[in-house]
C-alpha cells in the first residue's frame, strides 16, 4: 500500500470511530454504502483586475463529527500575503489572499482530500453535554437578516399550534415548508435567504418561490421563532447523488453551491434537514409534490444529509477575519472578493474567474 | 493626431468631472451595491461609481451635465433612493 493510500484509509478509519452513536445505529447505511472520498481542487483568476488591489475570502470546510474529515489541504498562489484562519464570529474557516495592485498575474488553487459519510439521525435519545446545550441556545437568537418576531413569529404559531414536543414541532415546519415552496430557477445562486420576503410572496401569491438559502432560512427563522436552536449550513455538492441527479451529477461543482438546515433537540443534538431539496426534486423529475417517491425523500431528508456534498459554514450576518472593506457579511457560501474595496459579483465570470471540481476516490 | 484628440478629450473630461458623494437608502446586503453601482453607470455622463454597504455611501465621478436628480431617479428606480451627503 502506497503512503498516501495509507494515510487516506488510516484517516477514513478515524472518521468511523468518531462517530456518534446515533450514527453507527442499525439504520444506518453499510460502512461501504456510506463512506465515500472526494479530491477537490478549486482555482481562482482574478488577473482581469490589473492595476487594482484585489483580496479574497473562501470559504472552507472544517471537519464534523461523524459526517465530514478534511484529510489533506493545500494552496498554490502568488498572492502577496495569504492565510487560513477561522478568527470570526462562527468560527468559519476561512482562506484569505490579498494581491497589490502591481501584480499582473492573480491566482489561487486550493486544493483537498475530504472523508464524507452518510449523517442519518435515528432520533433517540442521547445524553448531551451542558457545554452543547449552552452554545445550541445562541442559535435561537434573531440577526439581521432572521427575524424571529412579526410575520415570522405569527406563521410560527399557526403551524405548530398547541404542540409541545420540540421534534414535533420541527417536523410540522420542515414539512410546511415543503408543502408551501417551489423552486424558482431564475433566482441568482443560492437566493438571498429574507424570511420575511418568503412570507411576503406567500401572503400575495400563495406560495413561495425561492431557492435553498430562502427556503433553509425561512425554516430556521421558523423554528427560532418556535423555541427550536436552528442554523442554515452552506456547502457545496462534490459529487453524484445515489438518491437523485437532482442532488448532485457531476465533477464540475463550480454551480453546485447549496445550503441545508441543521437544528437542535436537547436529548437528541443538532439534527440535518434538507427541507429545498425536495422543492429541486420536485423540479427537476417533474413529479408532483404528494407522489409516494417525493413523499418517501421528504420523510428521509428530514434527519439526514447524503455524503455527496460538503459542509461549509453556518455562518449568517458576520464580520469576515481580515475586515473587508464593505462590512458585514449575510452568508459565506460563495467566495467573497473585493477589487480596491469593491465587490465583485461571483456571478459575472468574465471578471471573477473560478472553478470547482471533485473527484471521487476511494469507497 | 489621434493620440493628441484622445489626449485633449480625457483631459477636458478631467477638467470638467464633478465628484459626488451620495448616502443611498435601503441596502439590505453588499450584493445590493452591485444593483445601485448599475444603476449609477446607467446614467449618461456618469464616469465611475463606488458604493459601499457599510458605510451606506456612493461615491460618484461624473461630467458637468449630470444632475443629483439624474442619478436619484435612476437608483430609485431599482428600489433604493440617494440623497446627497453634506
Same mark, same amino acid.
Given at each position: 500500500m502506497h503512503r498516501r493510500e495509507f494515510i487516506k484509509k488510516s484517516a477514513l478509519t478515524g472518521a468511523i470511530c468518531l462517530t456518534p452513536s446515533f450514527l453507527t445505529a442499525s439504520s444506518t447505511p453499510t460502512l461501504k454504502e456510506g463512506l465515500a472520498l472526494y479530491t477537490i481542487r478549486w482555482s481562482f483568476d482574478?488577473? +482581469?483586475? $490589473? =492595476?487594482?488591489?484585489?483580496?479574497?475570502?473562501?470559504?472552507?470546510?472544517?471537519?464534523?463529527?461523524?459526517?465530514?474529515?478534511?484529510?489533506?489541504?493545500?494552496? /498554490?498562489?502568488?498572492?502577496?500575503?495569504?492565510?487560513?484562519?477561522?478568527?470570526?464570529?462562527?468560527? %468559519?474557516?476561512?482562506?484569505?489572499?490579498?494581491?497589490? $495592485?502591481? %501584480?499582473?498575474?492573480? /491566482?489561487?488553487?486550493?486544493?483537498?482530500?475530504? +472523508?464524507?459519510?452518510?449523517?442519518? #439521525?435515528?432520533?433517540?435519545?442521547?445524553? &448531551? #453535554?451542558?457545554?452543547?446545550?449552552?452554545?445550541?441556545?445562541?442559535?435561537?437568537?434573531? @440577526? +439581521?437578516? &432572521?427575524?424571529?418576531?412579526?410575520?415570522?413569529?405569527?406563521?410560527? *404559531?399557526?403551524?405548530?399550534?398547541?404542540? $409541545? =414536543?420540540?421534534?414535533? $414541532? %420541527?417536523? *410540522?415546519?420542515?414539512?410546511? &415548508?415543503?408543502?408551501?415552496?417551489?423552486?424558482?430557477? @431564475?433566482?441568482?445562486? #443560492?437566493?438571498?435567504?429574507?424570511?420575511?420576503?418568503?412570507?411576503?410572496?406567500?401572503?400575495?401569491?400563495?406560495?413561495?418561490?425561492? *431557492?435553498?438559502?430562502?427556503? !433553509?432560512?425561512? #425554516?430556521?427563522?421558523?423554528?427560532?421563532?418556535?423555541? &427550536?436552536?436552528?442554523?442554515?449550513?452552506?456547502?457545496?455538492?462534490?459529487?453524484?447523488?445515489?438518491? !437523485?441527479?437532482?442532488?448532485?451529477a457531476g465533477e464540475d461543482n463550480t454551480k453546485a453551491q447549496h445550503c441545508k438546515v441543521e437544528f437542535f433537540i436537547p436529548n437528541m443534538g443538532w439534527i440535518p434537514c434538507d427541507p429545498a431539496d425536495i422543492t429541486k426534486l420536485v423540479l427537476k423529475e417533474k413529479i408532483e409534490k404528494n407522489s409516494p417517491r417525493a413523499r418517501a425523500l421528504a420523510d428521509k431528508f428530514f434527519g439526514f444529509w447524503e455524503n455527496n456534498w460538503i459542509a461549509l459554514n453556518h455562518a449568517r450576518d458576520f464580520d469576515l477575519y481580515p475586515a473587508n472593506t464593505q462590512g458585514s457579511l449575510d452568508s459565506f457560501g460563495y467566495p467573497y472578493a473585493e477589487v480596491d474595496g469593491e465587490y465583485l459579483d461571483p456571478f459575472e465570470p468574465k471578471s471573477y474567474r473560478y472553478t470547482f471540481h471533485s473527484l471521487k476516490g476511494a469507497e | 493626431m489621434g493620440k493628441i484628440a484622445l489626449s485633449l478629450l480625457l483631459l477636458t473630461s478631467l477638467a470638467y468631472a464633478k465628484e459626488w458623494r451620495l448616502h443611498i437608502n435601503g441596502m439590505h446586503c453588499i450584493a445590493c451595491t452591485l444593483a445601485v453601482k448599475k444603476a449609477l453607470m446607467g446614467v449618461s455622463g456618469v464616469q465611475e461609481a463606488k458604493v459601499n454597504f457599510k458605510n451606506e455611501s456612493a461615491i460618484v465621478i461624473t461630467d458637468e451635465k449630470v444632475t443629483l436628480r439624474m442619478m436619484q431617479d435612476s437608483v430609485a428606480q431599482t428600489g433604493y433612493s440617494a440623497i446627497a451627503q453634506k
Open positions: 482574478l488577473s +482581469a483586475h $490589473k =492595476d487594482k488591489q484585489c483580496a479574497l475570502w473562501v470559504p472552507l470546510p472544517s471537519d464534523i463529527n461523524g459526517f465530514q474529515r478534511v484529510i489533506e489541504f493545500g494552496n /498554490t498562489t502568488n498572492a502577496e500575503s495569504h492565510f487560513e484562519s477561522d478568527h470570526n464570529r462562527y468560527g %468559519a474557516r476561512t482562506f484569505y489572499a490579498h494581491w497589490d $495592485k502591481s %501584480a499582473v498575474s492573480k /491566482t489561487l488553487k486550493l486544493s483537498m482530500s475530504v +472523508a464524507l459519510r452518510d449523517r442519518q #439521525c435515528d432520533f433517540r435519545p442521547k445524553r &448531551i #453535554c451542558p457545554e452543547t446545550l449552552e452554545k445550541a441556545r445562541e442559535f435561537l437568537a434573531p @440577526s +439581521a437578516h &432572521i427575524p424571529t418576531d412579526g410575520a415570522v413569529a405569527k406563521v410560527a *404559531k399557526n403551524i405548530t399550534g398547541a404542540e $409541545k =414536543d420540540p421534534l414535533k $414541532k %420541527a417536523r *410540522k415546519i420542515y414539512d410546511w &415548508i415543503v408543502a408551501n415552496s417551489y423552486r424558482d430557477e @431564475s433566482v441568482q445562486g #443560492c437566493g438571498v435567504g429574507s424570511p420575511n420576503a418568503m412570507l411576503s410572496q406567500l401572503e400575495q401569491d400563495g406560495r413561495m418561490g425561492g *431557492k435553498c438559502l430562502d427556503m !433553509s432560512a425561512l #425554516c430556521v427563522a421558523l423554528m427560532r421563532a418556535s423555541g &427550536i436552536p436552528a442554523r442554515e449550513v452552506m456547502g457545496i455538492r462534490v459529487g453524484a447523488s445515489r438518491l !437523485s441527479p437532482a442532488f448532485g | -
